[in-house]
């Protein structure tokens, strides 16, 4: 995982992409009908994802097919992990205060 993949996913844009593949993968004009933009604009936001390694693009006939590729997501959800571990350990302790607290109550 790298700094260029938070990058990468901190366009909104680029986030509905990867959304509208998640259900299946899908030819340029899909998504250019669904995201309401032009296909250039679209073309260049699937190339950052392309270069980025989250989606992969195949040829089919005349059409491009991208879909998401979930190895630099599984990275991402790697890393993201231990911060899991801390949210969850203040959650736990969030949990015991609000017990000790209503025992406390008349």
């Given amino acids: 995982?790298?700094?260029?993949?938070?990058a990468t996913?901190?366009?909104p844009t680029r986030l509905r992409i990867l959304d509208l593949l998640r259900d299946r993968?899908?030819?340029v004009g899909e998504l250019v009908d669904a995201l309401g933009l032009s296909?250039?604009?679209v073309s260049k936001h699937l190339r950052v994802l392309r270069d980025a390694r989250l989606?992969?693009?195949?040829?089919?006939?005349?059409?491009r097919i991208y879909r998401v590729r979930p190895q630099?997501?599984?990275?991402i959800d790697a890393w993201l992990e231990s911060y899991r571990?801390?949210?969850a350990g203040h959650l736990d302790a969030l949990e015991g205060h609000?017990?000790?607290?209503?025992?406390q109550s008349p």
């Fill in 85 to 87: 571990q801390l949210f």
């Fill in 98 to 103: 609000l017990d000790e607290t209503k025992e």
């Fill in 72 to 75: 630099p997501l599984a990275e």
């Fill in 25 to 27: 993968p899908r030819p």
């Fill in 55 to 63: 989606v992969d693009v195949r040829a089919d006939a005349q059409r």
């Fill in 1 to 6: 995982m790298t700094a260029t993949t938070f």
């Fill in 9 to 11: 996913l901190a366009e």
């Fill in 39 to 41: 296909q250039p604009g």
